[in-house]
């Protein structure tokens, strides 16, 4: 995929969930990006589906998150018939990084997105023992 954006940002506002007419979830997340001491973009990101519905669940404005997804050209012509361009970002993937009253990691992925199989990641080398044993001759240089 080469149209992928991936921000990290606190939410600027509590979300409001809403549904379409075909009763799927939508939430926008207004999110505000640091770039530098005085210098912050602040972005909004739609998300769709189950994921909306989380989002809406467990975040709250002041929260850190990563968002991930693709951005959409979006044209437009008004009444008097002047052209419009803008982006918008629809979000596919959340991480929430810390709230106010803790800090937490969670991975929240859209319905579209393949999810990770591994189920036991404390000790993804376990099979291997407490240690391994690597000699000079294994080396490549």
Known sequence: MNNIFMFIGRITKDLELRYTKENKAV???SIAINN???D???VKVSYFGKIAETI???CKKGDLISVRGII???NWEDKDKNKHYDYIFIGDKVTFLS?????IKKEET?????????KDN?????????SIEISDEDLAF
């Not at 709230?99 to 800090?103: D, F």
């Not at 404390?122 to 407490?130: A, P, V």
Request: hydrophobic letters at 15%; zero cysteines.
């Open 27 to 29: 939430t926008e997340v």
């Open 36 to 38: 530098s001491k005085e």
């Open 40 to 42: 912050t973009t602040f």
């Open 56 to 58: 809406h669940q467990y």
């Open 72 to 74: 959409k050209n979006h």
């Open 99 to 103: 709230t106010k009253g803790n800090s």
């Open 110 to 118: 859209s319905e579209n997105e393949p999810k990770n199989e591994l």
């Open 122 to 130: 404390t000790n993804i080398y376990k099979e291997f023992g407490d």
